[in-house]
Structures are given as C-alpha cells and as structure tokens.
C-alpha cells in the first residue's frame, strides 16, 4: 500500500478537565474532554478524552487518550479513532498518535497511520498525518 502524508492545522477548543480522580504522594490523576477543527488535507471535527498524570516535579507528566475524528481526509469522507500516548520527562518529550485499526468508517474503511503534532512558539497547532487506505 502506498504511504500518502496529510498536513493542515487544527484549533482546539474547550479544556474541560474534571475534579482528580485520585491525588496523593505528589501525583494527580485526572480526566478532561476537548474539542478540536482540522483545517487543510483533514478537515472535520473530533473529541478528545485524556487521562493525564501530572507529577510535582516540573516537566514531568503524561496522557493518554482516545480520538474520534468525523470529517473527510483528502476528500474522502467517515470517521476514525486514534490513540494517543504521550510522556514528558523532564521536558523531554515522546509523542505517539496512532489510527486504531479498523476503527474508519465510511471511505476511510481499512485506514492505518500516525500523526504528529507539533506546536509551535504561538501555541498554534499543526500536524502531519501519514497514513494509507
């Protein structure tokens, strides 16, 4: 299957974090719900739902989430879910966004990929998406 590369902007909108769920010994565990608009090769909408690990040292936390994207990539239309994976260690950081598989609907039916993304000094947000059907 040939790999194909989608690139765009997305806004975000709508940090709604809820109370920890679980906070002792320094570490917070908490849940919060977004929204993103993604803009160029994938335009559509999603919500996001984190679970996020802060720590007290500085730089050092982490989140998982799950994606629902609806909309159309490269013109073709359908949803799909991706994972997200993502740790700062210290401010290092290691971001992994990947499709789950066989979560498409529509024209995505069969999608595979990861995307990245990257933010930058603004705090506006871009990615790529590299994928194949």
């Known amino acids: 299957m040939e790999s194909m590369i989608a ?11 809820e109370p920890p769920f679980d906070d002792r010994d320094g570490v917070t565990l908490g849940l ?3 929204s993103k608009t993604f803009h160029g090769d994938l335009t559509g909408t999603s919500v996001v739902r984190l679970m996020t ?3 007290g040292v500085e730089n050092s936390r982490s989140y998982v989430a799950l994606e629902r994207v609806e909309g159309a990539l490269d013109g073709r239309p359908g949803t799909f ?3 997200h994976n993502a740790v700062s260690d210290r401010g290092e950081q290691s971001l992994t966004i990947t499709v789950v598989p066989d979560s498409a609907t529509g024209e995505l039916r069969g999608l595979r990929g990861e995307m990245d993304i990257l933010i930058a000094p603004d705090g506006s947000h871009s990615y790529t998406f590299d994928y194949h059907l």
């Open 7 to 17: 690139k765009g902007d997305f806004d975000t909108a709508g940090w709604d974090a």
């Open 32 to 34: 919060v719900t977004m």
């Open 53 to 55: 690990a802060s720590t």
């Open 81 to 83: 879910v991706v994972q």
